[in-house]
């Protein structure tokens, strides 16, 4: 053992969004992340992500805590709520902009979409079409100048990963028009900000960890270590979403459900132990969750 080695508490975190109830996929990320992070005798944090307002259901946040409550999955700390941070999400863009990293663009997604000569691995290239010109910047999106390298990664489910964010993404935005800071900017800025040192969540957001490592380095902030987990599919093989499963639980047993993730997330609950009290079966989680063994491929399941 290195007694010149600092201790680092361990940091984790749960993010949804307010856009209806948890669903099964979502509970998995909470499970998951919880387990991870209290196994090693840390934190586990809650943020709200409601930037984007329009799509925010009125009361979903406090349904969503109460859901939390209910499973047993207890945060510390404050609540963190995205859409009362601009303030902090303005000083970083700034910070950005003195560093000549980002540059206004006027394109609508329908140019971006015409005059784009390839598609990466989430849509259109942007051709940089407004990099070098001088506009007002009213009513402009504010994107960050990309370097053509590749950036390299370890996820802890999914193994080695590698994407040259220039080639593959572009110049992505950092403020869109109506003035809306992006996703990519504000969950780097609050996870460096909270001292998350853990980030678990959905394989299908493995596309923006590229993204979200390149931005934290032009920072100078420490990169997390990331775990993308499988997807929970429906019968038909579409990924459950609040659409398709809300966890209403007036049907739904909250132990059943935190059985039920363990069991899909790989890990081996005693068969004696699926009528425990959920805050039986989170003990057990956390003494026992093993990230090898979770799968890297997505799942069907049925939840009910």
């Known amino acids: 053992m290195n007694l010149s080695m600092p201790y680092i508490k361990q940091i984790g ?6 856009t209806g109830l948890l669903h099964f996929g979502s509970l998995l990320t909470a499970v998951a992340s919880y387990c991870m992070v209290k196994q090693v005798g840390g ?17 979903a946040a406090d349904a969503i805590l109460h859901q939390l409550d209910c499973l047993g999955l207890h945060w510390d700390g404050e609540i963190i709520y995205q859409s009362q941070r601009s303030e902090r999400y303005q000083e970083v863009l700034w910070q950005l902009q003195e560093a000549k990293l980002t540059y206004p663009c006027s394109c609508s997604r329908k140019q971006v979409v015409a005059s784009a000569p390839h598609f990466g691995d989430e849509g259109p290239i942007y051709p940089r079409t407004c990099l070098g010109k001088t506009l007002d910047t009213i009513d402009v999106a504010f994107r960050l100048i990309t370097k053509d390298e590749d950036l390299v990664f370890n996820d802890l489910v ?22 809306v800071f992006a996703y990519q900017l504000a969950v780097v800025i609050d996870d460096h900000d909270c ?8 394989r299908d957001l493995l596309a923006s960890t590229a993204r979200q490592i390149y931005l934290a380095r032009l920072l100078g902030y420490p990169v997390p270590v990331y775990a993308h987990l499988p997807l929970a599919l429906t019968g038909i093989g579409e990924k459950i979403s609040k659409r398709h499963h809300q966890v209403d639980f007036s049907y739904v047993d909250a132990a059943q459900l935190i059985y039920q993730a363990l069991v899909f997330l790989g890990q081996s609950p005693p068969a004696e132990m699926c009528g425990e009290q959920a805050q039986v079966l989170l003990r057990w989680g956390c003494e026992n969750f093993c990230i090898s063994a979770v799968a890297q491929q997505d799942k069907c399941i049925d939840v009910g």
């Open 158 to 179: 999914q193994g080695g990963m590698a994407q040259n964010v220039a080639a593959q993404v572009g110049d992505f935005i950092l403020r869109r028009r109506d003035g």
């Open 13 to 18: 975190r749960f993010a949804p969004s307010p």
């Open 195 to 202: 001292g998350v040192t853990q980030v678990v969540r959905g």
């Open 43 to 59: 934190d586990w944090l809650v943020r709200i992500d409601d930037l984007d307002q329009p799509r925010v259901v009125a009361g």
